[in-house]
């Protein structure tokens, strides 16, 4: 799941920035990789993996065929967010933030990722991927925190959250539809065929099984 959103990002940010030469790495920016960078790149480093709590649900979800038939059961997906480090890194600041501020508006533009860029295990969970850019910190976490364990200095950056779906518990096969036996209770005067009409002497109504 995680290397398919890696696909996603790497995609749009390239869509978005429209320009072969700049390029698009997952690296970890410590100072050794600024030290060997020599052309204009965004880093997108995944550094933060949890649960989204607020988004888990209990019970279990139906799996429909075409028919609309039930045919198997599962457990809700489970969230996971991941957080990523977007910086923009080039000869000039000024061309820096040019790049980060391109960045801000197509993640601002998009509130999840495009369906038709997910990859199979992601577009087979049917869900959308949500994105939230430039929310403020988790109280446990701050971002110079970040940089100061990669041992790098602290630069202008982006904080982009994905919500990612992941569909890894067991399905459990649906039984047969069940059919069920009805009753057709009539009352009064309203004949009743031969087979079901009640004996002399028996309850005026009559009643007929039918099934449904």
């Not at 990002?9 to 970890?28: M, Q, W, Y």
């Not at 960078?37 to 799996?63: F, K, Q, W």
Request: charged letters at 25%; proline letters at 11%; aromatic letters at 6%.
């Amino acid at each position: 799941m995680i290397h398919e959103v890696d696909d996603s990002l790497r995609d749009l940010v390239r869509a978005e920035l429209g320009s072969p030469d700049i390029e698009v790495v997952f690296d970890a920016p410590t100072r050794d990789w600024a030290a060997r960078r020599n052309a204009p790149t965004v880093n997108l480093y995944l550094y933060d993996i949890r649960e989204d709590l607020r988004r888990r649900s209990r019970g279990r979800h139906n799996v429909y065929d075409e028919h609309g038939t039930v045919v198997s059961r599962t457990l809700p997906p489970r969230y996971f967010k991941l957080s990523y480090l977007i910086s923009a890194w080039t000869q000039r600041p000024e061309d820096e933030h040019r790049l980060l501020s391109s960045l801000l508006s197509c993640f601002l533009r998009h509130e999840a990722l495009p369906g038709d860029g997910l990859g199979p295990e992601l577009s087979a969970t049917g869900l959308p991927v949500p994105v939230t850019v430039a929310l403020p910190p988790p109280e446990d976490r701050a971002f110079a925190d970040v940089w100061t364990a990669l041992g790098g200095e602290l630069k202008p950056s982006l904080d982009l959250v994905v919500s990612a779906p992941v569909t890894a518990a067991p399905v459990y096969d649906a039984g047969p539809p069940v059919s069920e036996d009805g009753l057709d209770l009539r009352i009064g005067d309203d004949p009743a065929p031969p087979a079901a009409r009640p004996e002399p002497g028996s309850t005026a109504g009559s009643v007929r099984r039918r099934k449904r």
